[in-house]
């Protein structure tokens, strides 16, 4: 089983759309877990951190299911400017900050 | 807002060649990182930096690899002699002692021929 596994997509959804993006990682002891955004041939930035509770940010909702080992990113009234790719990150258990990147799953949204 | 940054953006090598990347992290962060991304694939770690030394590397960060903090803000990776598969974006990133999230720079995108 890989690591941090996801839907590469793509997903292409008309202005407006809500989009979830799901993703499983192997290591049970996992600790930390991020959705990083990543747009064509640049760096990966930080989009939120997801956290056992869930959390919110704007039209952005994480959540994780540690006895599934299952991350999830819903996207609410897509927007254009919310074309990219999104990558499931999962810190290394036990390390300093060792990230495990997924291949990320790839979003369109069309007008 | 402070940000990392990588020097230079592209850099062409042949093959068997040294090349040295740089970056300057965040000027308060303590823990320093790099990643490459092969063209079309995942990113990856290499090696993680902490108080002047290695505390982490991944298998890819053989002995053709190696970082150094020459002087309190750069913070580089070199590669000894280029192979072709080393041709990728190399990331630098960055973090503060608590926080656990990591800024990265724009990369350095590598060609080796």
């Known amino acids: 089983r890989k690591e941090v596994e996801q839907d590469p997509g793509p997903f292409n959804v008309p202005e407006g759309a809500t989009v979830a993006f799901n993703c499983t990682y192997s290591?049970?002891?996992?600790?930390?877990f991020f959705w990083y955004r990543q747009d064509c041939r640049k760096e990966p930035k930080l989009l939120m951190s997801?956290?056992?509770s869930g959390n919110e940010d704007g039209r952005f909702t994480a959540q994780l299911n540690r006895a599934s080992q299952y991350i999830s990113l819903l996207i609410r009234d897509s927007k254009l400017s919310d074309s990219a790719t999104y990558l499931c990150?999962?810190?290394?258990?036990?390390?300093?900050?060792?990230?495990?990147f997924g291949k990320g799953t790839k979003l369109s949204v069309k007008p | 807002e402070p940000e990392v940054t990588q020097t230079p953006s592209h850099q062409v090598t042949q093959m068997g060649q040294e090349v040295i990347l740089r970056c300057v992290p965040i000027?308060?962060?303590?823990?320093f990182y790099w990643y490459r991304q092969i063209l079309g694939q995942k990113v990856e770690f290499l090696v993680s930096?902490?108080?002047?030394?290695?505390?982490?590397k991944s298998e890819i960060f053989d002995d053709q690899f190696s970082v150094e903090r020459p002087d309190g803000s750069n913070f580089t990776l070199k590669i000894r002699s280029t192979k072709l598969e080393d041709s990728a974006m190399y990331f630098c990133?960055?973090?503060?002692?608590?926080?656990?999230?990591?800024?990265f720079g724009p990369g350095t995108r590598l060609l080796v021929l």
């Open positions: 930096f902490y108080n002047n030394e290695i505390s982490e």
């Open positions: 000027s308060n962060h303590l823990y």
């Open positions: 990133a960055s973090r503060g002692g608590i926080q656990e999230t990591q800024y």
């Open positions: 997801v956290y056992s």
């Open positions: 990150v999962v810190k290394k258990a036990g390390s300093q900050g060792n990230l495990i």
């Open positions: 290591n049970s002891a996992s600790q930390s």
